[in-house]
């Protein structure tokens, strides 16, 4: 029997199918890997795709998570609902949509990964545009010309198959291939990534319900990695063992801690007294209105309470970077 029928995630077709447990499936797809997906995920995307997430951006997790770590990501509805959902799931970063550089840097490790020696060519096609988590060939042009621009790649044109003139590149996919190489800058880069220190990590206890993802998304993770800082949301993760124990131990990881007082949560005040225990830096956010209407169970004679309101959180996540770099400066790359 013919186990072969559409991706539910990209649509190419030709994709394998087999069962791989209850109500769930696992799909070989040229484009997105292998992952699985429960039943009522794939009904949902094949018969009303969901608004979220973005089509490309799943099918790049799906594949980079396959060809990176060799695992197969789980396609839930949970995944549908918001970027706070996707990021949980997610075991590697998804990059937002107009995230260049954190493309740019996926498809450089493809090039890696697919290189045998020093000066291979690779072939990229249609189907590798979940590498670098692109919506289409111009987009995947766009971010390949950006890893062209800063010297880490080159475009190869390659010679006709036999001739023995120039580069012969490797097989890819499909047709219309875009054929690249590593640059002795991109592989200098690729060797020494591993010698740079890692980002330092930013805890943020944000218990607000609702327009929690706008917040965290467009306000506090974007304000802390322009201030150089990775963010993790504590209330976000998944925990094995007790709540309270891992809370600790994700605050003492941390370099600095942010505290949201919206609704004034007591888990954000037991988060914010641990972190001064354990004499971690620690910012303060609250809810305009909340914050000038309310009377916060804090000294703000004593604290600066960073403000933000719903419809600029662009603004809020610059005063909220300028603010921890007034205080701590940038830390070191």
Known sequence: MDNRSPCPVCRAPNAQRSGAGANTFEITC?????YQIQALAETQLMNSPPAFPPT???????????????????????????????????????PRDTDVAAKGDSLLR???RRSRTLADSVTLSQNDLSVGFCANRQELLFCLRYLVERG??????????????????????????????????????????????????????????????????QGLSAGLQAAGYAAVRIDSREYANKITDERIVELRRASIVV????????????????????????FWTCEENEARDKRLLVDTRQIVVTPWTRDKLDDFARRLAQRIEATLGRPPC
């Open 30 to 34: 040229q484009r997105c890997g292998r």
């Open 259 to 282: 505290a949201d007082l919206t609704g004034q949560s007591p888990p954000a005040f037991f988060d914010a007294g641990l972190a001064i225990g354990l004499g971690k830096p620690i």
């Open 110 to 112: 493809y090039l890696r």
């Open 152 to 217: 880490l790649i080159e475009e190869v044109a390659s010679a006709p198959r036999g001739d023995g003139r120039g580069p012969r590149p490797q097989r890819g996919g499909g047709g219309g291939g875009m054929v690249y190489r590593l640059t002795p800058a991109g592989w200098a880069a690729l060797d020494t990534a591993h010698l740079q220190p890692e980002q330092p990590l930013a805890a943020v206890s944000l218990t607000l319900d609702k327009d929690a993802d706008a917040l965290w998304t």
């Open 56 to 94: 490309h951006l799943l099918s790049g997790l799906c594949r980079n998570t396959w060809d990176t770590l060799g695992e197969r990501l789980l396609v839930t509805v949970d995944l549908f609902k918001s970027w706070a959902e996707l990021d949980k799931a997610a075991k590697l970063p998804v």
